[in-house]
């Protein structure tokens, strides 16, 4: 059997930004004069900068000129920004460390699969940029999540076929991708929303050593 790898999705997998992501779209959305719930905000999970503002716009039936939805693209960064300015260690989520850890001890490779143009700035907080193998972001893809690109580049750069990744979602839009990939896919979060995964679990505190040597095989 060939040696498998992982890929991490970012936001709501290594790290808890997605509530930052909801908060700052939640803000805009006020600003526009309507409410966005948590249970819209899982439309905008693992979607890119661009396809969530129309989404939401969407959700809010406003229409604006490209002159003003680049505008409130660059506001909502910004204020993104200013939540991630004051992260630290400790918004690593359970289990990531420990898992980070052993794959490192038995020299399994990872990767990063984020649509995040913030990864690389996210993860130098974190201290985990040096960590990872190969790092696949928002800057790097022509197509976003639920197109498997980020993935497949993600494993060409490791050096492996798709079908030996594994690839760790909160996302349905990264389910999908890791699904469309070929790859193993391991869902974070309501079993509901991230139908046809391989496998779900309720939080990262799920993603025991015991599961990792499971999924390596
Ligand atoms: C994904 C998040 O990881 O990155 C999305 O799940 C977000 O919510 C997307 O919109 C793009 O992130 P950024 O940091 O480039 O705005
Ligand atoms: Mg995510």
């Keep these: 059997m ?4 992982f890929i991490f999705d970012l936001d709501g997998v290594i790290v808890d930004t997605a509530k930052y992501h909801f908060l700052a779209w939640k803000e805009l959305a006020e600003s526009l004069g ?3 719930t948590e249970e819209q905000n899982e439309l905008l999970k693992g979607v890119s900068r661009v396809r969530s503002l129309e989404i939401l ?3 809010g039936n ?6 003003e939805k680049d505008k409130y693209l660059h506001e909502k960064n910004e204020q993104y920004l200013r939540y991630i300015a004051k992260m630290d260690t400790r918004e690593i989520l359970p289990g990531i460390p420990e898992l980070l850890l052993f794959l490192k001890s038995e020299k399994i490779p990872f990767a990063l699969g984020s649509a995040s143009k913030n990864a690389r700035l996210i993860l130098e907080n974190l201290k985990l940029l040096d960590d990872f193998d ?3 972001d928002g800057n790097d893809v022509s197509t976003a999540k639920p197109d498997p690109e980020v993935f497949l580049i993600a494993a060409k750069k490791l050096g492996k076929k798709p079908e030996d990744c594994i690839v ?8 999908q991708a890791a699904n469309s990939a070929l790859m193993t896919s391991v869902a974070i979060g309501d079993p509901e929303v991230l139908k046809g ?3 779900n679990l309720k939080s990262t505190n799920e993603l025991t050593l015991d599961l990792a040597r499971r999924l390596i095989g």
């Design 168 to 175: 760790i979602e909160d996302a349905a839009a990264g389910v």
């Design 2 to 5: 060939s040696q498998k790898a």
């Design 197 to 199: 995964a391989d496998y």
């Design 34 to 36: 309507f409410d966005f």
């Design 57 to 59: 716009l969407e959700i």
């Design 134 to 136: 190969a790092i696949v």
């Design 62 to 67: 406003v229409e604006l000129s490209q002159e």
